[in-house]
């Protein structure tokens, strides 16, 4: 299983980035997609979480509370991916983001690096 991460780059504080990822595992209603990161020295943590196609779907969306109202989740079945829309990013974003699948196991993705410059 692969799940193939893209999107990452540098950006100036206040931009956006879209982060996308493509599971070579089909996404199913059960499927629990999410995000996570990895500043330098700190451990990793998440930063959204979707399943059941998210709140427009009548599934569940979650997010951490330092990127509420700044970045969305979502998730599409036809194309199979995941996608971060990130918003008014700021320095402490800067990590090294991964894909997270999770069905009856757990696959990871290689991760993409965001860098916000102040």
């Given at each position: 299983?692969?799940?193939?991460?893209?999107?990452?780059?540098?950006?100036?504080?206040?931009?956006?980035?879209?982060?996308?990822?493509?599971?070579?595992?089909?996404?199913?209603?059960?499927?629990?997609?999410?995000?996570?990161?990895?500043?330098?020295g700190?451990?990793?943590?998440?930063?959204?979480?979707?399943?059941?196609g998210?709140?427009a779907?009548?599934?569940?969306?979650?997010?951490?509370?330092?990127?509420?109202?700044?970045?969305?989740?979502?998730?599409?079945?036809?194309?199979?991916?995941?996608?971060?829309?990130?918003?008014?990013?700021?320095?402490?974003?800067?990590?090294?983001?991964?894909?997270?699948?999770?069905?009856?196991?757990?696959?990871?993705?290689?991760?993409?690096?965001?860098?916000?410059?102040?």
């Amino acid at each position: 299983v692969q799940l193939q991460a893209s999107g990452g780059g540098l950006v100036q504080a206040g931009g956006s980035l879209r982060l996308s990822c493509a599971p070579s595992i089909g996404i199913y209603t059960s499927t629990i997609l999410s995000w996570y990161r990895q500043a330098p020295g700190a451990q990793r943590e998440l930063v959204a979480r979707i399943s059941g196609g998210g709140l427009a779907r009548g599934g569940t969306e979650r997010y951490a509370d330092s990127v509420k109202g700044r970045f969305t989740i979502s998730s599409d079945r036809v194309k199979n991916t995941v996608d971060l829309q990130m918003n008014n990013l700021l320095p402490e974003d800067t990590a090294v983001y991964y894909c997270n699948v999770r069905t009856n196991r757990e696959y990871w993705g290689q991760g993409t690096l965001v860098t916000v410059s102040s």
